[in-house]
């Protein structure tokens, strides 16, 4: 990506008050931010904005992070658009829990990220991701 590219990030999360935090900062870090709160309205903004990254929760309300990427990936518009789960790791929620490294790769998403990571440690880890 080049340095001076508006990178065009879309959020899919459904915790408003997480969504506020992490947009904010990676908008400061020069990252267009879209935010939409479910997998069904996730999906409609991928097709429509043609994101370079979506952040993609696993839990939420309408359609799971789960459905919605595997709509995502069946859609030749969306296939190739790099996605990385975000998740509560460490939550005694069965859902949340099982969701690792290993499950994110064989499914065939980029990467994951843990939203209890520091924020400074996320934005880095997008940072690779892109570069990728």
Excluded at 14 to 37: C, H, M, P, R, W
Excluded at 111 to 116: F, G, M, N, R
């Amino acid at each position: 990506m080049a340095e001076n590219a508006t990178v065009k990030i879309l959020m899919v999360e459904d915790e408003q008050n997480f969504a506020e935090i992490l947009s904010t900062k990676l908008e400061k870090e020069g990252f267009d931010v879209i935010v939409a709160q479910n997998g069904e309205l996730g999906v409609a903004a991928a097709k429509e904005l043609k994101p370079d990254l979506i952040l993609m929760d696993i839990k939420m309300p309408v359609m799971n992070g789960i459905e919605a990427f595997y709509k995502l990936k069946d859609d030749p518009q969306t296939a190739g658009i790099k996605l990385i789960f975000l998740t509560n790791y460490g939550e005694p929620d069965k859902e949340a829990t099982w969701l690792d490294e290993k499950f994110s790769r064989e499914i065939g998403a980029t990467d994951y990220i843990k939203k209890t990571d520091d924020l400074s440690k996320i934005v880095g880890e997008i940072r690779r991701v892109l570069e990728q």
